[in-house]
């Protein structure tokens, strides 16, 4: 497993920006890396989930068109970009990384971080 490690959050107001980073600690990234967020009295949901490569990237419904997911394997960072910030994305936002699968699917991962909170007040 990878130890990861997101930093990033905070509290901003609707309209606000942030860019959450994830950082993996003795271990590379495994092929995919995807955001989660689980806001309180809900369950986790994927946000956004990237390719080894970059090159495919999938983002949930609602945050499509927002939000930007990318990764720097040389510096073993994953990023998730998020623009336009409203109330509803309040949520702990939890990086992981797993070795293929579909990445919406967060039994794909088998490394996750501790969390960021984000807060975005109206």
């Known amino acids: 497993q990878v130890h990861l490690v997101e930093s990033g959050g905070g509290l901003v107001e609707a309209g606000a920006s942030l860019r959450l980073s994830c950082k993996g600690v003795?271990?590379?990234?495994?092929?995919?890396v995807g955001w989660f967020r689980q806001a309180p009295g809900k369950e986790r949901e994927f946000v956004a989930g990237?390719?080894?490569?970059?090159?495919?990237?999938f983002y949930a419904d609602v945050v499509k068109g927002r939000f930007t997911i990318s990764r720097d394997n040389s510096q073993n960072t994953a990023f998730l970009g998020m623009n336009a910030l409203s109330p509803e994305d309040t949520a702990v936002y939890y990086c992981a990384t797993g070795q293929g699968g579909d990445m919406r699917d967060s039994r794909t991962y088998d490394s996750w971080g501790q969390g960021t909170q984000v807060t975005v007040s109206s």
């Open positions: 990237v390719s080894w490569n970059g090159y495919y990237t």
């Open positions: 003795a271990r590379t990234f495994g092929t995919s």
